[in-house]
């Protein structure tokens, strides 16, 4: 099976830097801080689970971005497309045809 490439871009506000770290077999642990409207893509291997600490401001929290029990079915062609804003993580669900909130922040 294909490696899934998995996006964050960031839609949290103007001036808002997304701090992200992920970790996963196979996957580069470095940081990344991805401005305001940009993204980070990961390939991954479809057996992998991509668990991330993110952080903005004073909000922060913990989240598997792909899992492939859970993902490989809701994300297209092999793309997960996730868009970070204020109230949490929306996923593109491929079926739905639309941004779908997944998770909150923890404030």
Not at 76 to 94: H, P, T
Request: charged share 20%; aromatic share 14%; hydrophobic share 40%.
């Amino acid at each position: 099976m294909a490696d899934f490439r998995v996006t964050l871009f960031n839609d949290l506000a103007e001036n808002n830097n997304l701090n992200v770290q992920c970790q996963a077999a196979g996957v580069d642990p470095s940081q990344h801080s991805i401005l305001f409207l940009h993204d980070f893509t990961w390939n991954v291997n479809p057996s992998t689970v991509l668990s991330c600490d993110m952080s903005w401001g004073n909000v922060n929290g913990h989240f598997d971005i792909f899992d492939a029990k859970r993902d490989s079915t809701r994300c297209s062609r092999n793309f997960c497309a996730w868009r970070v804003k204020q109230d949490g993580l929306y996923l593109f669900i491929e079926a739905h045809k639309r941004l779908e909130l997944q998770f909150t922040w923890a404030h």
